[in-house]
């Protein structure tokens, strides 16, 4: 039995060390399905209440750097530059302000404040990997980043929709700009369901 | 005969050099999985010998219900277990909650001092009000609702990601369906409320050799890996 074992193992160790075509068998299904984004649902968006079409202003905050070691200052622009641009292309064109930057203009806006949505999050994990170790497909390297965030009614305080997202990529390519991109392009998504679109 | 086993393997343990691991690149990881990451948000600072007994707050998800409370359950159960198996504080307990806001406001709020801490000679007698409070913390100190918070490290922890993963896609050995644990550790000394560190520790099962369905090793092995190497780390850093 235990010879049996042994023969399974390094005829596995052979299989996926020693041959090129399962390292390039390896590298396409990795390339294909090496950057997954995981999507955790905090609060849903309830449909029965029409979802957020009843919100005509979004005041998007930056976002909390819980990292503060290790994300850097561009990255974290990036990153609420990134989710403001994406957001212009929400359906239906609720007004999207920024609000809490150097630069935002502060928006005097008619729209009262039970029909204005706050946006704010935090930066959970931010992690580059190893490009290096990725081209060897060697050990834990991925790009991995987390984000955390929440739709609340500027008057009530309500939680409207609330959700966590995060981007991992394991290709050789990847990097911590796509990976953001993604998430970004995703919080557009879960945001575009409220008023009618795709998610 | 079995406790001189005992002593014996206590010895061993305690005189054993510790040596840091490498979560990201190991040969068990590779073989068996369980391989993980250790981002450090804050660095872990003070010193860490001096705290003899630790308290895990219960994991707490970030995440909603895709991180079930089952999975908690057993995420805390194996954080306890295995430092208690590593044997470097004296008493290891998992508690409900811990509000170091709450730690920090009564650590500066008591300014009459202790009950358990002898006056000089030369202070003046204290007052009847300074009596009833001492006898109060005396009594708060016999009941198990408050512990200890003298030497002891709080270390609160958050499911920040987490993914099942999918054993018939693992067998594959294609990096198909690997089950992702990522998880924020926050170090606290429990008298002053400070946050002595931060940590996001993340690991997944996949493994190079033996498909992770069938693999001893899972993500939770990793992350509690990870989390005892960075804590003994500084603890056998601080004691040298």
Redesign the interface.
Known sequence: MRIQLLAVLASTMLFNACSWQTYVGSRVVRHITGAPTRFHSIVPIVPSKAGLQQYRVIEVQPLDNLLPGLLPEKTESYINDQIFKDMQYLKSRPKVIRTGVIGAVEDETDIPPDRTLVFEGYVDDYDAGYAGLRLAELGFNHVAVTIRFQLRNKQSGEIVAAASITSQDDRATGSTKSAINKIANRIKRFINSGYGGDQ | MSLIGLTASVCLAETKPYSPKN???NLK??ILGG???V?????LHGDFSKYTRLEIVQPES???K?APPKFLQELGDQLQSEFRKDGRFADVRTVNAYDPQKAAAEASSVAIGEFNQADKLEAPIRSAEDMQYFDQQRRDSQTLDNLPVLNTLVIRVQV????KGNKLLQLT????GNA?L?L?FSYFDKESGEEIG?S?I???N?S???PSAISSRSVLSGVVEGLIDQVTRRKVGGER
Do not use: P, W
């Open positions: 979560g990201i690149l990881a590779l391989g993980f990451r981002s450090t948000a804050i660095k970030l995440i909603g895709d920040v990601d987490y993914a050995m294609m990096d198909l992702v990522t924020r931060r996001i993340s690991s997944d996949s190079k050799v033996i």
